[in-house]
């Protein structure tokens, strides 16, 4: 054979030597290669790699499965309370360690019943059933048809409004009314300003809620124009000054 260095001559086998340990191909392990290239230009030039020796799978068996059946959506497969052992050919019967189980079959982004299997460097060893489970992630609210601004004296009006809830998986689902709550405690009909709406819903004990802003505007004024006449904070003064308006023309018409 020949060694080749990027960017160097090949070498041909008789100029180097390969020292292969304690290598045993019948002992499962890994070993360390060693090859030294002669004295060249002064000087002994080494390189090594590892090889490993895998004894032969007999079986491979799931012991003691994971404790848990259920996760919530986007959860990552839980391990714990697995136990399993593997009986090698040479080796005989050896425990396994969770952090060498390879699972499959598992989608933390896939609502509903799924089959999880357990493999060890290629061997099945066992398969559980699991339920992967949506959440509860937001309330979103659709205020197309709500009304939002109000005269003062008006009293809310909140026909129109359609609630949904929204799940992790992104599914959406318009609740009744009975699903949620309504808190417009501060709103104030009187008083012009602005008010927070807040709407809650509770699903399988899990809370969310969204909120809006409604306004209230200042009263007074003269609905479809007054012309020229003057709107004050007294009652009535703008009628008394467009009538002695009225009166002066008179008297410079006589």
Known sequence: K????????????????????????????????????????????????????????????VTTYPSRTEFSYGEEFDLNGIAAEVVFETLGKQDVASSEIEIRGYSPRTVGTQTVEFYYDGVKGGEMTVTVLDAFYAVVLDLENVKLTYQSGEALDLTGLKVYQVMMSGSRTELTAEQYTVDS??????????????????IDGVTRGASFDVTVEAGGGCNGGCGGAVTTGLPGLGVVLLLGCLVLIKKKRA
């Not at 990027?6 to 070498?11: N, R, S």
């Not at 390189?47 to 490993?52: D, G, H, R």
């Not at 405690?185 to 509770?202: C, D, L, P």
């Open 185 to 202: 405690s501060n709103f104030k009909a009187g008083e012009a300003g602005t008010y927070t709406i807040t709407v809650n819903a509770e």
């Open 2 to 61: 020949q060694m080749s260095y990027t960017g160097e001559q090949a070498v041909e086998a008789g100029a180097y030597t390969v020292d292969f340990g304690d290598f045993d191909k019948n002992v499962p392990g890994e070993y360390t290669i060693t090859i030294t290239y002669g004295e060249v230009y002064g000087g002994e030039y080494e390189a090594e790699f590892t090889v490993e020796v895998r004894d032969v799978i007999v079986s491979f068996t």
